[in-house]
């Protein structure tokens, strides 16, 4: 009977999918990790010492590999990395034993192993900072020893980023104005994956949720624009300390001040001439009124 397994990962962890050929490995020529809602199209396909990626499916080029290439006592485990809710399903796990003289492996046999992959998604947390507070927004990078690409983003920002750390320096040229020099990474070092974003002086202007998502190995893009599934998404809210109105209470109350001076100025001045007014006509009449006694 098949081997079947259910293993749960968490998004962006690298999984192994075990899978062991029972006869002689010296005698594999073609190992084939197959799944079956992708079609003609597989998972990987290893056959007479290399890959073939001719019909491989497009979400797993260059993140399959076999555990052993040597197949050492039949192991033809597969290597799958950075998972995303995208690749749950069943796996399937076939060998093809002797010469191989065919273009398309396509194996039909029942398979070795079945494993059924379910990946959790990405954690999801709201938290909630004063204006003009700094906030600590967590991202723990489950493989952490070659990260080349850190980016946090925010999705009404568009192409613009929050922040985008690569080879050891930040790269601000795409970075949106409102964050130039309001971010930094918790740790530089990246100790035990921890890409967490610091945002200082928060205001009602940085509400939304905020993707981070990192790129291992070595990077040689001009531009990072990493579109896998965020390890962390956190939604920021910011509410507005007690006493203030809002971001802007002190500018908001100067200008309602000076409203109100620019308004009892002319009123004043108003009242101050009709005065002048009726003291000149009294001043007028009372001599008038001598005379006639």
């Not at 259910?6 to 197959?34: D, F, Y």
């Not at 007479?48 to 499916?57: E, K, M, P, S, W």
């Not at 109100?260 to 100025?265: E, I, M, N, S």
Request: glycine share 6%; net charge neutral.
């Amino acid at each position: 009977m098949n081997n079947q397994k259910i293993i749960t990962a968490e998004s962006g962890q690298n999984v192994t999918l075990t899978c062991r050929a029972p006869n002689n490995s010296s005698s594999i020529s073609v190992v084939e990790w197959s799944r079956a809602d992708l079609g003609e199209e597989y998972v990987l396909l290893y056959r007479d010492g290399r890959f073939d990626t001719d019909d491989q499916h497009t979400s797993f080029k260059n993140r399959v590999d076999l555990q052993d290439r040597q197949m050492k006592d039949g192991d033809v485990s597969l290597i799958l990395k950075d998972v995303t809710t995208n690749d749950v399903g069943s796996y399937e796990c076939r060998v093809k034993t002797g010469n191989n003289r065919r273009k398309r492996a396509n194996l039909s046999g029942e398979p070795i192993s079945i494993i059924y992959l379910s990946v959790d998604p990405p954690d999801q947390k709201i938290i909630t900072a004063e204006s003009g507070q700094d906030v600590t927004l967590t991202c723990r990078a489950p493989n952490s020893s070659s990260i080349s690409i850190v980016e946090w983003s925010r999705a009404d920002l568009g192409d613009e980023y929050v922040l985008l750390y690569r080879n050891g320096q930040f790269d601000p040229d795409e970075q949106h104005p409102s964050f130039k020099n309001r971010v930094d990474l918790q740790d530089r070092q990246m100790k035990d994956g921890d890409v967490s974003l610091i945002l200082k002086d928060v205001t009602i202007n940085d509400v939304g949720s905020y993707e981070c998502r990192v790129k291992t190995g070595n990077n040689r893009r001009k531009r990072a624009n990493l579109s896998g599934e965020p390890i962390s998404i956190i939604t920021l809210s910011v509410v507005v300390p007690p006493g203030q109105t809002g971001p802007s209470a002190g500018v908001i109350i100067g200008l309602s001040v000076s409203a109100v001076l620019l308004v009892a100025a002319p009123v004043g001045f108003l009242i101050f001439r009709k005065y002048k007014q009726r003291r000149s006509r009294d001043s007028i009449q009372h001599p008038s009124d001598m005379q006639q006694l």
